[in-house]
Structure formats: C-alpha cells, structure tokens
C-alpha cells in the first residue's frame, strides 16, 4: 500500500508594483474569516504592510494602514472582525512574544496578520496561510501557501494567475 502526502495547495504571482500588491490584498478580503492567522515574511521593503492595506481597506477600513514596527501591533475593527496586524521585526529573542502577553490574542476569534513571524518561532500558533513577497527585478513575487484547511480555501478561491484577467 502507498501512503500519498499531497503537498498542500501553493500559488504564486508576480506583483509588477505596488497597486497589484494592494490588489492581492484586496482580493484576500472577502475569504477572511475569524480566527484565521496568515503570516507574511519577506525581506525589509519587500511590500508587507502594502499587502496588510489593502487587505484592510478592502475589508473596509479607511484610516491610516502604518507599519507596527515599533507598536508591535496594530489593531482595526473591521466588518465585526477582530484585526490584529502585528510586527516582530524587532524582537531580539522569541520569548519577547510571551513576555509581551499576545498568546491570548491567538484565541480563534481574531484575524492575526503577523509581519516577521520567524522572530518569533515556535511560539506562535500554526498559520492557515503563509505569504512569502520576494523582491524580484522592479517587482514582486508573492507565494500563498495553505497550511489549514481555512487556508486551502484561501488559495482555491484564488485565480490561477496574476492580476486575474476579467
């Protein structure tokens, strides 16, 4: 008998610049469900918190959308959503998410955005979905992997290509 592991679904887009970035995020918004934790790494620059705004502004925020770099977290009440954007790009040692009390925020009825989720390691929860923006030439590349079943969904309702073509 042949045991399959089936990797779970991956999908990748070039983002030419930042309006397809805001796009991808704004594309995300209508399958954005409470509890879900997505990550998103990628180097400084690499167009995280452009991806979180509009994300966030899709789901109906029309304030400012800044960088939690230095709060660490950022949080929006968006359509009865619980919206925690954080960033750990500072943290020095992973238990610097422990001592700053953010376990319970992970309770499954937040949505968590986490920027830098490696400066963290083994302690978050496990993400429905990691989002990967790599500099590429002018532009950018995002890869949505889905680690969850709430992820799967995520990358399934996504097209196949890149801005979709209507």
Same mark, same amino acid.
């Given at each position: 008998?042949?045991?399959?592991v089936?990797?779970?679904?991956?999908?990748?887009?070039?983002?030419?610049?930042e309006n397809a970035?805001? =796009? @991808? *995020?704004? #594309?995300l918004?209508p399958l954005?469900?409470?509890g879900l934790? &997505?990550?998103?790494?990628?180097?400084?620059?690499?167009?995280?918190?452009?991806?979180?705004?509009?994300?966030?502004? =899709? @789901? *109906?925020? #029309?304030?400012?959308?800044?960088?939690p770099?230095?709060?660490? &977290?950022?949080?929006?009440?968006?359509l009865?959503?619980?919206f925690?954007?954080?960033?750990?790009?500072?943290?020095?040692?992973?238990r610097?998410w422990?001592e700053?009390?953010?376990?319970?925020?992970?309770?499954?009825?937040?949505?968590?955005?986490?920027?830098?989720?490696?400066?963290?390691s083994g302690?978050l929860p496990?993400?429905d979905?990691e989002?990967?923006?790599?500099?590429v030439?002018?532009?950018?590349?995002?890869t949505?992997?889905?680690?969850?079943?709430?992820?799967?969904?995520?990358v399934a309702?996504?097209?196949?290509s890149?801005?979709?073509?209507?």
């Amino acid at each position: 008998m042949v045991n399959l592991v089936l990797a779970p679904p991956v999908k990748t887009f070039p983002l030419p610049d930042e309006n397809a970035t805001l =796009a @991808l *995020g704004a #594309a995300l918004a209508p399958l954005v469900t409470p509890g879900l934790v &997505v990550t998103l790494s990628g180097e400084l620059g690499a167009g995280k918190t452009t991806f979180a705004r509009g994300l966030l502004r =899709a @789901l *109906g925020h #029309a304030g400012s959308v800044k960088s939690p770099t230095y709060a660490l &977290v950022e949080v929006y009440e968006v359509l009865r959503l619980n919206f925690y954007h954080f960033d750990f790009y500072r943290f020095q040692d992973p238990r610097e998410w422990i001592e700053a009390g953010f376990r319970d925020v992970f309770n499954g009825q937040n949505v968590c955005l986490i920027e830098w989720p490696e400066r963290a390691s083994g302690l978050l929860p496990p993400a429905d979905l990691e989002i990967s923006l790599a500099v590429v030439d002018s532009g950018r590349v995002a890869t949505l992997a889905a680690k969850s079943p709430a992820g799967e969904k995520i990358v399934a309702a996504l097209p196949p290509s890149w801005p979709s073509s209507s």
